[in-house]
Nanobody
Framework: QVQLVESGGGLVQPGGSLRLSCAVS????????VDWFRQAPGKEREGVSC????????YYADSVKGRFAVSRDNAKNTVYLQMNSLKPEDTAVYYC?????????????WGQGTQVTVSS
């Protein structure tokens, strides 16, 4: 059974940092890209970042470029999203998803999400 479990969310002040983790079990992460998405109340789901499988290419939404960094540790079957210089507009539920390639959400495996709230 494939499971993705996000952790590391919470409440942080503007300008602060959080590191999200996406722990994957039930599949060999080496062969999968992992996408991070977020969804704020009343808004559509937004792709935030992706890290590919074999060549470790990374992609970022314009809204987070220069502030977020995605990385993976295949030995631990875990993907991380380091979020710096957080802004109130980053507030959302963050999800990770494992898929065949970045952006290929059909047939992807999803986590349950972790809440990130940026507020003073």
């Amino acid at each position: 059974q494939v499971q993705l479990v996000e952790s590391g969310g919470g409440l942080v002040q503007p300008g602060g940092s959080l590191r999200l983790s996406c722990a994957v079990s039930g599949l060999t992460l080496d062969y999968y890209a992992v996408d991070w998405f977020r969804q704020a109340p009343g808004k559509e789901r937004e792709g935030v970042s992706c890290i590919s499988s074999s060549v470790d290419s990374t992609y970022y939404a314009d809204s987070v470029k220069g502030r977020f960094a995605v990385s993976r540790d295949n030995a631990k079957n875990t993907v991380y999203l380091q979020m710096n210089s957080l802004k109130p507009e980053d507030t959302a539920v963050y999800y990770c998803a494992a898929m065949s390639s970045c952006g290929s959400t059909l047939g992807a495996y999803w986590g349950q999400g972790t809440q990130v709230t940026v507020s003073s």
